[in-house]
């Protein structure tokens, strides 16, 4: 009796041992892969429906216009051809007979005058103003309202008033210049100051956006640095060369990179003030193209659209160029 008991346990035991050694994969395990997979897939899916809208719109009209840009600067498009569709192809000519021609060296050399120029301007009036209006006072809301007015209104409007105030006849700022003894200054027609006309107006017209952008920035730095630098006798320009241009560097170069490519293709202000002459004393890269394809009664696409390829390319550049220096700011 004892002898099959302990039998029947040892047997027992011995089919426990063999079923433990070969453990099954519960259901649920399956079960949730399943589940788990599903929802990976939902949610590729929706994130390919909410990226399609935005997809869309980058082909629709950023992709297929640089496309199309690109084929006009390889054919000869007259007017007829450009109805027609039969545009005899040339490969490079179209940027070769762009760059040796006699406009070429002037509206470069213009670009980069008008570009820098109103770089530097805009971003140090900017700054400086940014740096003013972060200070807590009486009526610094309103002030910084009415200092986005220029933003607010439509280029036609700021272009035709700056066209207005420099006319040589009527103009109000030879008026206020006459009455300091200054002689009549031909602005707008003159060879020597219709660059620096256009410049003055698109300085003004810019400063509003650095000193949004700015003064957001200026906003993310720590009041208490500042406080910390008082307290060991930093004076206001040393809290301004150690703290607050230092701080914001990031926001300083997204907003340079930003009006660099805005300034590069500005037409608007000077077409509506100078068309770009006398001659082309105020002719940029921007002005020339749109000139070619549509000042003239006789358009000229390919040189026109040659020259506006030439003009996403500097942009590239500088685009890099940022990227790059963030990489290099980041890593350090």
Request: glycine fraction near 8%; avoid cysteine; charged fraction near 10%.
């Amino acid at each position: 009796m004892n002898t099959t008991q302990t039998m029947s346990v040892g047997d027992a035991s011995h089919l426990g041992g063999a079923a433990a050694a070969t453990p099954t994969a519960p259901p649920e395990r399956g079960l949730r892969a399943g589940t788990s997979s599903r929802q990976a897939r939902r949610t590729r899916w929706a994130a390919v429906g909410f990226a399609a809208p935005l997809l869309a719109y980058l082909a629709a009209f950023y992709a297929l216009p640089l496309y199309r840009n690109i084929e006009l600067s390889l054919h000869d498009y007259t007017t007829r051809a450009f109805v027609q569709g039969n545009a005899e192809f040339v490969g490079l000519a179209n940027y070769v007979d762009v760059v040796h021609s006699d406009t070429f060296t002037k509206a470069l050399v213009n670009t980069g005058l008008f570009v820098a120029v109103s770089i530097v301007f805009q971003y140090s009036i900017g700054l400086a103003l940014a740096v003013f209006f972060r200070q807590n006072f009486r009526l610094s809301g309103l002030l910084r309202g009415m200092f986005l007015i220029p933003w607010l209104l439509p280029m036609i409007v700021s272009a035709s008033t700056w066209s207005w105030m420099l006319n040589s006849d009527s103009g109000i700022v030879n008026s206020v210049l006459q009455a300091f003894h200054v002689g009549q200054i031909n602005w707008l027609t003159s060879p020597d100051t219709a660059l620096l006309s256009v410049i003055i107006a698109n300085i003004w017209l810019g400063i509003p956006f650095n000193l949004v952008i700015l003064y957001s920035g200026l906003q993310n730095i720590p009041v208490d640095v500042y406080e910390a630098a008082s307290l060991d006798g930093a004076s206001g320009w040393q809290k301004f060369r150690l703290i607050t241009f230092p701080l914001l560097r990031p926001v300083s170069g997204i907003t340079i990179l930003l009006g660099l490519i805005y300034t590069l293709k500005v037409v608007d202000v000077i077409w509506i003030m100078t068309t770009g002459g006398p001659g082309d004393a105020s002719t940029t890269l921007a002005i020339w193209s749109y000139r070619e394809a549509f000042g003239t009664g006789q358009p000229d696409f390919s040189p026109a659209a040659a020259v506006g390829n030439l003009l996403i390319l500097i942009a590239l550049v500088f685009g890099f160029v940022y990227l790059r220096m963030q990489r290099r700011m980041e890593e350090s």
